[in-house]
């Protein structure tokens, strides 16, 4: 049979697919090559220009505004979704997310994600397509969940892999530990020190951003039962929003408090090096948090909704310069 990177084959494929609205199954049979490889004939098909995908989705987004936040904190995407009375905002924030996801995927290697509401919102909306073998779905935070059991972590991390067809890893250790000690023990574990370093080298992570004083960010500190001192230690330290449990001002550096001595999870410097990070976040009430991470150069992709992305415009970048992501 012809080779399944041929043009021919790949033209076959590709109109069986998207035009004829074949299934997967359906085109592996009718071209000869197994299930799990429709993917990579489908993929080549895009990548010699014979297929060209154009997706007019401006009526669930924000056009404009997403065009405002790329210049004004200079990510490389920016997905705004547009006011919908019918849906809520998370909903909606889910389904942006899922279809960046599933447009980003890479055919190996290793994607990461965090935890929360957001980041569930995406798994959820996620469409389920077991054909991505060569993929492995890694954790940035330890598990047992201060938020709720369906936003934690290693849960995040088993569904998408699920609905992917790929691999997990699991981060055996809580997200949150009763102090330093405990924290460092966990670290000095090759099991769990090896599936943060995997996380650290993934082809991209997905993160929730959280506002210090709301939602999970008031959950984490409350989980971690500050003595007084150590909670006015917290106050003080200018703690404006958190990725992955790690803590940072309003220029986006990491704050010295006792909350960064307490977690399991990647810091924020090995964030920053991950190719490409994607922020998910909803509500106005996070844009502290929010303008927080965009100016220490730790998203290089958000996806948020008008009242957001309002709020981040409205607050201006003022002089705080915008820091090169590390490739």
């Known amino acids: 049979m012809p080779s399944a990177r041929e043009p021919a084959l790949l033209a076959r494929a590709a109109r069986l697919y998207y035009v004829e609205g074949r299934s997967q199954a359906e085109v592996a049979a009718a071209i000869g090559v197994s ?27 924000d056009l404009p505004l997403e065009q ?109 530990v009763g102090s330093q000690e405990s924290r460092d023990t966990f670290l000095r574990e090759p099991s769990i020190s090896s599936v943060l370093d995997a996380a650290g080298a993934a082809e991209f992570a997905l993160v929730g951003i ?20 150590e909670l006015r230690q ?16 309003e ?19 090995a964030l920053r090096k991950i190719k490409k990070v994607v922020g998910v976040a909803t509500g106005a009430n996070k844009a502290k948090g929010v303008r927080g991470a965009l100016l220490g150069g730790y998203i290089d992709v958000l996806i948020t909704d008008t009242a957001l992305a309002t709020a981040l415009l409205s607050s201006g970048q003022g002089s705080l310069p915008v820091p090169s992501r590390a490739e």
């Open 35 to 61: 299930r799990s490889n429709v993917s990579r004939v489908l993929a080549a098909a895009r990548e010699q220009g014979i297929v060209e995908i154009r997706i007019n989705d401006s009526f669930e987004r």
């Open 68 to 176: 405002q936040l790329q210049r004004a904190y200079g990510l490389s995407e920016c997905r705004v979704a547009s006011r919908n009375d019918f849906q809520s905002p998370l909903l909606q924030i889910g389904g942006l997310g899922a279809a960046w996801v599933k447009e980003n995927l890479p055919d190996t290697g290793a994607i990461a994600v965090s935890w929360g509401s957001t980041v569930q919102a995406v798994v959820d909306a996620f469409e389920a397509e077991p054909i991505h073998t060569g993929l492995q779905v890694l954790p940035l935070i330890g598990g047992l969940s201060i938020v709720n059991a369906a936003a934690d972590g290693n849960v995040l991390v088993r569904s998408l892999a699920l609905k992917l067809g790929a691999r997990e890893a699991r981060l055996n250790a809580p997200a949150v």
């Open 210 to 229: 959280g506002g210090v004083g709301s939602g999970a960010s008031a959950a984490i500190i409350e989980a971690m039962q500050f003595t007084p001192d």
């Open 234 to 249: 917290f106050q003080q330290s200018g703690a404006v929003g958190d990725c992955c449990t790690r803590f940072f001002d």
């Open 251 to 269: 220029r986006g550096r990491p704050v010295d408090s006792p909350a960064d001595g307490r977690v399991v999870s990647i810091d924020l410097d």
